[in-house]
């Protein structure tokens, strides 16, 4: 399947959400002020916050920044196409209207078939990224099912945009983020790639206290929050919506939105049961956060943030 007539459209300044790995994206030409534009309408986002740059491959890095550090280059060597952002020194070439006024610029290879397809064919037509958020309204769940994003801005797009459709999202939580605009790298926000796979791949230490406050829009009070009220590892009464590793079994009464096997599952389905308890017009979910280090701790960080409620 190509991509060609969606290339084609984001050419022409239409807005086209595409899914990825991690979740998926409202898509726009980076390069086009008025496009992107519309994706903060869209999203009811603040202008302030700055967008993703969805590229190609690796050989795109340099179109938008200048100063790549080598351990920077060794990251995307090692994980891209792949759940990770990085934030590097823009160019002139990197606008405003897309780093919120930055310095900097965050770039990203997703990896999915659809998206890389996608990016291709803009790149054969000249748009050399393409600038997405989430593809949810501000400040609610990312979607990772097709039927989530029409579900969050279905309404707000117009007749030439378009939304793709890839299946489930495999990985469910958005990327990880890691400055690299500094000696060492700083994540910014966790994800799917972890501390010690960041540490093992550059020979570097990531110091913990490093790993603090920025300007990601993820890192304000709520966010990533559904409707519902979000108690973690809190007693779940009749009626309560309740999420937990399938060891953990559903208390008297709970409704029971997910049973994940694994970290990796409990990753993969978090969102879409977030929003089935929305749904089903549930008042409380209780979630049970998975122990240890690696992906649980972007799991409890995405718990923590929709927890602060909307
Ligand atoms: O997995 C993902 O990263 C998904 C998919 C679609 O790629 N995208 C995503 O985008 O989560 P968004 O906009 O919902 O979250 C990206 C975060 C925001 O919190 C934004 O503030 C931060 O990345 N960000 C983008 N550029 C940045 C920069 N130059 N410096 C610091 N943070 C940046
Ligand atoms: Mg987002």
């Given at each position: 399947m190509s991509q060609i007539d969606s290339a084609r459209a984001i050419k022409n300044g239409a807005l086209v959400a595409f899914p990825t790995e991690t979740v998926y994206g409202l898509g726009a030409?980076?390069?086009n002020e008025k496009a992107v534009a519309r994706i903060y309408e869209v999203k009811g986002r603040p202008h302030d916050h700055p967008l993703i740059l969805h590229i190609?491959?690796?050989?795109?890095i340099s179109y938008w920044v200048k100063n790549i550090n080598d351990y920077a280059m060794t990251l995307a060597r090692n994980?891209?196409?792949?759940p990770m952002t990085l934030i590097f020194n823009r160019n002139?070439?990197?606008e405003d209207f897309v780093t919120g006024g930055q310095e900097t610029v965050g770039l990203r290879v997703p990896n999915h078939a659809i998206a890389l397809d996608l990016l291709q064919e803009c790149l054969k037509i000249g748009v050399h990224a393409i600038a997405a958020?989430?593809?949810?309204?501000?400040g609610h769940v990312s979607p990772t099912t097709v039927d989530a994003v029409r579900e969050e801005i279905g309404s707000y797009l117009s007749d030439q945009d378009l939304i793709l459709d890839g299946?489930?999202?495999?990985?469910g939580l958005e990327s990880t983020i890691i400055d690299?605009?500094?000696d060492a790298p700083r994540i910014l926000r966790p994800g799917a790639i972890t501390q010690s796979m960041i540490e093992e791949c550059t020979g570097m230490r990531i110091?913990?206290?490093?790993n603090s406050e920025i300007r990601?829009?993820?890192?304000?009070?709520?966010?990533?929050?559904?409707?519902a009220q979000i108690l973690i590892d809190a007693q779940a009464h009749a009626g309560q919506g309740f999420i937990a590793l399938a060891e953990i079994p559903t208390p008297i009464g709970a409704i029971r939105l997910a049973s994940p096997n694994s970290i990796d599952e409990y990753a993969r389905v978090l969102y879409t049961a977030l929003r089935d308890g929305d749904t089903q017009g549930l008042a409380t979910i209780v979630v049970i956060q998975p122990s240890g280090v690696g992906l649980a701790i972007a799991i409890r960080d995405r718990l923590m943030r929709a927890s602060k409620g909307r």
């Open positions: 030409d980076a390069s190609a491959s690796i050989d795109d994980f891209w196409p792949g002139e070439r990197a958020p989430s593809a949810n309204r501000f299946g489930p999202s495999h990985v690299c605009t500094a110091n913990e206290s490093n990601v829009s993820g890192s304000f009070e709520k966010h990533y929050a559904p409707n």
